[in-house]
């Protein structure tokens, strides 16, 4: 399952993605500023990184909003925005 996680519902967010074999997380808005302690495919909006003027840990990968949108198509999703 996709989890498109922003910060002010982080913390369920992470919660419910744990417990997820198959979660996939996309930070955005605020939720790129996270690193999220979980095992899992984590990827984090370029243009939100960008505007906010960080550097992202090395295990999450920046991805355009239209590979976001792609992915929301093809998976079923947990909105936590």
Known sequence: MLYLVDKPMADIAFRTAAGDEDA???LLQ???LLDPDLDVPTYAVAKDVDVRGIELPPDIERI???????MVVEQEVNSFV
Do not use: K, R
């Open 30 to 32: 605020d939720g790129v």
């Open 24 to 26: 996939c997380l996309v």
């Open 64 to 70: 355009s909003y239209d590979a976001v949108v792609e």
